[in-house]
């Protein structure tokens, strides 16, 4: 078991490019969340999976913002044209069944120039 | 909107000092989560508490959960270097998904 891995550590991205991350779970694990994090603040939900179904999808993620996880495997997100206010830390998460804690990966830290 | 309010927000101790940090919300919530993170990585599970007037205990931290499930404390008895950090409490308010409501986090600085 090598926990949750996210790729790429880092993404420095000019404003209006489109960025993908990639997020590996837990292979045990069929519940798969994204939460967002800017500096200083608690991680903020976004998407939540349960194997390959997108069952709940936070406010945040406005239309620019996509995220599969084919077959219940590894998921991605998808930002299409950044703007600087995406610029934050996105974490990957997945669980068994949730109410007794997650795993998460390192994270993803995007920087919109 | 389930809200969960942390403080204090930062705090600067010396190494073998004890301390406190709280965690609290006018919602119920079923089950709670502290987390350690530490700059450039994800969170580190710490305990998850389920029952109203849990206490647990992992090596210095002790962990109580509110009887109203509202609320919960982190304490930690001389505190180390090694364990400054974000700490960072979690509510899961669905029993389904398991979706967390996090407070903002409380920085912990432990000087030698």
């Known amino acids: 078991d090598t926990g949750v891995s996210q790729d790429p550590r880092h993404k420095i991205t000019k404003r209006g490019q489109n960025v993908t991350f990639r997020c590996d779970p837990i292979s045990e694990h069929n519940r798969l969340y994204w939460y967002r994090q800017t500096l200083g603040q608690g991680p903020e939900f976004l998407t939540y999976f349960q194997n390959e179904a997108q069952l709940e999808k936070s406010r945040l993620l406005s239309d620019r913002f996509s995220a599969e996880r084919p077959k219940g495997s590894f998921s991605t997100l998808e930002i299409q044209r950044t703007e600087q206010g995406d610029s934050a830390m996105y974490l990957c998460?997945?669980?068994?069944?949730?109410?007794?804690?997650?795993?998460f990966g390192s994270g993803t830290r995007l920087t919109v120039v | 909107t389930q809200l969960l309010e942390q403080s204090p927000q930062f705090l600067s101790i010396q190494e073998g000092e004890n301390l406190t940090v709280y965690c609290n919300s006018s919602?119920?919530?079923?089950?709670l989560q502290w987390y350690r993170q530490e700059p450039g990585e994800g969170p580190v599970l710490l305990v998850t508490v389920v029952t109203g007037g849990e206490v647990k205990k992992l090596k210095r931290l002790t962990f109580q959960f509110g009887d109203a499930r509202k609320d919960s404390s982190l304490h930690i008895t001389a505190a180390q270097t090694g364990d400054t950090g974000l700490y960072l409490c979690?509510?899961?308010?669905?029993?389904?998904?398991?979706?967390?409501?996090f407070g903002q986090g409380t920085t912990l600085q432990v000087k030698p």
């Open positions: 919602s119920v919530f079923s089950s």
């Open positions: 979690a509510g899961d308010g669905s029993s389904n998904t398991g979706k967390l409501i």
């Open positions: 998460a997945s669980s068994l069944t949730g109410r007794y804690g997650y795993t």
